[in-house]
Nanobody, 124 residues
Framework: VQLQASGGGLVQAGDSLRLSCAAS???????RGWFRQAPGKEREFVGGMWWGTGSTIYTDSVKGRFTISRDNGKNTLYLQMNSLKPEDTAVYYC???????????????????WGQGTLVTVSS
């Protein structure tokens, strides 16, 4: 299983950006998530999707600004980020667990497959 994240870049505060995470090698991932790691900080959960139903959850700091969506045909997860703030600057990772869980995982160690990360820089 490989996860390929892309779409990062340098934007200004208030701008929008869409990240993509293409999965290959499997169509059987139950959940997928987005994490981010800012310089000097631990990697944190941003949001996740239950792939089968499309239901999503988000961390409080991005609710109302970020939206997770999917394209089943392309086996791709998206993270639409609007109203970006300087504090959103981080390397963003997509990830997926390797087994079924009854709810969308939110912790780093609940995820097994990780993409390589894509850098998002928001200038003020």
């Amino acid at each position: 299983v490989q996860l390929q994240a892309s779409g990062g870049g340098l934007v200004q505060a208030g701008d929008s950006l869409r990240l993509s995470c293409a999965a290959s090698g499997t169509t059987g991932l139950f959940h997928r998530g987005w994490f981010r790691q800012a310089p000097g900080k631990e990697r944190e959960f941003v949001g996740g999707m239950w792939w089968g139903t499309g239901s999503t959850i988000y961390t409080d700091s991005v609710k109302g600004r970020f939206t997770i969506s999917r394209d089943n045909g392309k086996n791709t997860l998206y993270l639409q980020m609007n109203s970006l703030k300087p504090e959103d600057t981080a390397v963003y990772y997509c990830a997926a667990p390797n087994h079924y869980t009854s709810s969308i995982p939110t912790k780093n160690d609940e995820y097994y497959y990780w993409g390589q990360g894509t850098l998002v820089t928001v200038s003020s």
